[in-house]
């Protein structure tokens, strides 16, 4: 465990078994020291913080004032009552599952028992929010979550659950099977990758046999610059080549390969006098609903700007002032080139 995991443990821990005197804390001077003894219910503060930073990505005290300087100023904070805050945008669920971990009294926290019980749950909600068709699939296909079912499976699973007429048109079962079955050698559709896929081009609608989340896919399946599950090294090695050999022949990248996604940003008619910028567009799958956009700037470094879908909306960074729609995706591209970034 890090030192300063200590100053977040701080007001769980007993002072005189845990720590060295030289790391005994006194957070509020002004009152006598309050030995907390250590028990499971520590295990579950610490957990929840864990558990907020692992969600986040961020540390659960980012926010804390510089005023509360060093250990001493972080048990400080702690003692006050201070907490993370939750995203609004998590489930309820899960922001009060989440925050009854790090509750004042450890009596009123849950046990891991409490918590495991309700995991599989708060999973599927996070993952897929707002989205009880997906959910209903989900439930049914996946109650343990580890589990791997055949794509021919999961075809009879969604047809059942997510769609009105209980069959697709041949475009979008082709469509199905590209999105959602793992790879051709493995013929299963995991969980993660159901999730991954709602999350891009979702939500799913019965009524219409999903007809909105296929016509999501093929907008931006259509788009030159989609690079799909592509790795941050290969994507930004194919804009470097664009930049520095101005579609010149490169080592072991095809003229033919390359072309097929670097083309000029916008028509002859639109050129301006500067070089064009190449863009492309990828999956980002660290986070569930976004995408990638990833281009170079004047200076040749790579910049990346973050694209995320938001139920059925496609939004993109708020001061760029474009309405959510998916067809504005050509729009974006224009508008950044013309920056001169």
């Known amino acids: 465990m890090k030192l300063e995991w200590w100053a977040y443990l701080q007001t769980e821990l007993n002072p005189q078994l845990f720590l060295p005197s030289s790391y005994r804390l006194r957070a509020l001077p002004e009152q006598e020291d309050i030995i907390y003894p250590y028990g499971v219910k520590t295990d579950v503060y610490g957990f929840g913080l864990l558990w907020y930073e692992i969600l986040t990505r961020q540390g659960p005290f980012k926010d804390k004032p510089e005023s509360y300087k ?14 993370p805050i939750p995203p609004q945008e998590w489930p309820k669920e899960l922001r009060l599952a989440m925050q009854l971990c790090w509750n004042d009294d450890p009596n009123k926290r849950p046990t891991f028992a409490d918590i495991l019980s309700i995991w599989d749950g708060l999973a599927v909600k996070f993952l897929c929010p707002k989205d009880p068709v997906a959910q209903n699939l989900i439930n049914h296909l996946w109650k343990d979550q580890t589990r791997k079912p055949t794509y021919s499976e999961f075809r009879e699973a969604f047809l059942k659950h997510c769609s009105v007429s209980k069959k697709l ?3 979008n079962e082709i469509l199905l099977e590209e999105l959602c079955r793992e790879n051709i050698i493995n013929p299963t559709v995991t969980f993660e990758q159901f999730c991954h896929v709602i999350g891009w081009y979702g939500p799913l609608n019965t009524q219409t046999d999903c007809s909105e989340f296929f016509s999501r896919f093929r907008d931006i399946k259509s788009q030159w610059f989609f690079r799909s599950v592509e790795s941050d090294q290969d994507s930004d090695r194919l804009l470097k080549s664009y930049w520095d050999e101005n579609i010149n022949a490169v080592e072991d990248i095809s003229p033919a390969h390359r072309l097929s996604f670097l083309k000029p940003l916008v028509s002859n008619e639109d050129q301006t006098d500067h070089q064009q910028r190449p863009f492309l567009l990828k999956y980002h799958l660290n986070e569930i609903g976004k995408f990638e956009l990833r281009y170079q700037d004047n200076e040749g470094q790579i910049q990346n700007i973050l694209i995320f879908n938001k139920e059925g909306a ?28």
Do not use: D, I, M, V
Not at 70 to 83: I, N, P, V, W
């Open 314 to 341: 496609l939004h993109f960074p708020g001061n760029l002032n474009l309405n959510p729609q998916w067809s504005n995706l050509n729009t974006l591209l224009k508008y950044l080139n013309a920056l001169h970034l």
């Open 70 to 83: 060093g250990r001493e100023g972080q048990a400080k904070y702690t003692l006050e009552g201070h907490r």
């Open 169 to 171: 048109p041949l475009k």
